[in-house]
């Protein structure tokens, strides 16, 4: 009987160190990555993508890549993530590996939440309607917002404002897959409050705004009406010289934003004497919000213009303008460049 039981604990003893140095073995040898083509990349070999479910266990995971040919078996990942306290820390998200790791790289991967960026990015000039539709189609963005009022959106996000547009920062926005519009719109909500800030403790002096708002809005008119990043300054002065005369502002995107839907783009004579609050060739001064996203560098070419006396410009047909001191000059240059004469 003793002689049996010599023999058992032995056995066991055996069976032990066996698991022990088999997972020794298992956590500090690379997993090859799988040769096969992965959803939506259409990458093979050199990168594999996985994406761990909210909720999902180590051991669910573990069965997962197993399927996915990234492990041998699935017992020895959920055993060494016992063994190391890292099975109930696994974070949710989508994850790449693009080398080959060790399963316990692969598990501090899995508890660092070393997940995939997403980014969106909003373009300068666009509209808040644009902003919405772009976050719709990002793939790895949770929607909370669709369905949802412009002024429901602004509670959402903790804004102050009663309108939307141009209060958003146009920028590339990285952020881990699952987060929410309401995160993204927040994020770039800030991120505005922030530029305009900047941009209204550099501002010039006796502009001709009570607010830094105000300079939003200009700053909006000027990335409308240029892609030229050198000529938004002088686009500026001219806007900041019509202030100062008075003199309307006179300006196509502020109606073109007036008119919503019904834009077809093209901008008739009607259209320019058709009253909204944005038709700035029938009211003075500023338009009642922003009608775009501007970029930092309308928001610096509103609060710092050039030095110019310039009152007019025209689009000479290569995305650059003409710019004109007097009416003379101006109807000249459009003579030239628009009519052709």
Do not use: C
């Not at 055993?79 to 693009?98: E, F, H, K, P």
């Not at 708002?213 to 806007?239: C, H, N, Q, W």
Request: proline residues 6%.
């Amino acid at each position: 009987m003793k002689r049996v039981f010599t023999r058992l604990l032995s056995l066991v003893f055996a069976a032990v160190a066996a698991v022990v140095g088999w997972l020794y073995y298992f956590a500090h040898h690379s997993l090859p990555l799988p040769i096969a083509e992965q959803p939506k990349t259409g990458l093979t070999a050199s990168v594999f993508d996985f994406t761990v479910r909210p909720g999902a266990s180590l051991k669910t995971l573990s069965r997962q890549l197993t399927e996915q040919g990234l492990l041998p078996e699935p017992q020895s990942l959920w055993l060494l993530g016992r063994l190391t306290n890292q099975a109930t820390g696994i974070q949710a998200g989508s994850y790449r590996l693009d080398a080959a790791v060790t399963p316990l790289e692969l598990l501090q991967k899995l508890n660092d939440g070393d997940v995939i960026p997403v980014s969106v990015t909003f373009v300068e000039g666009s509209t808040f309607a644009d902003m919405r539709a772009r976050l719709e189609k990002t793939d790895g963005v949770k929607v909370l917002l669709k369905g949802l009022s412009n002024t429901e959106v602004l509670k959402r996000i903790g804004a102050t404002e009663a309108y939307p547009e141009g209060l958003f920062f146009p920028d590339t926005y990285r952020f881990a897959a699952g987060s929410t519009d309401v995160e993204l719109l927040k994020t770039s909500y800030q991120a505005m409050r922030k530029k305009l800030d900047e941009a209204w403790a550099m501002r010039d002096e006796n502009l001709p705004y009570k607010t830094p708002y105000d300079a939003l809005k200009m700053a909006s008119i000027i990335e409308k009406e240029t892609g030229k990043a050198e000529e938004r300054p002088l686009i500026g002065a001219v806007f900041i010289n019509r202030l100062r005369i008075p003199m309307r502002l006179q300006t196509d995107p502020t109606v073109i934003y007036g008119m919503g839907e019904s834009y077809d783009g093209n901008i008739r004579k009607r259209d320019l004497t058709s009253d909204t609050p944005y038709n700035t060739y029938t009211r003075d001064g500023l338009p009642p919000t922003p009608i775009a996203m501007p970029g930092w560098g309308s928001l610096l070419a509103a609060v710092k213009p050039a030095v110019s006396k310039k009152l007019y410009f025209v689009g000479k047909g290569d995305g650059t303008h003409y710019f004109s001191a007097s009416l003379e000059e101006h109807n000249r240059a459009v003579a030239k460049y628009q009519l052709g004469r």
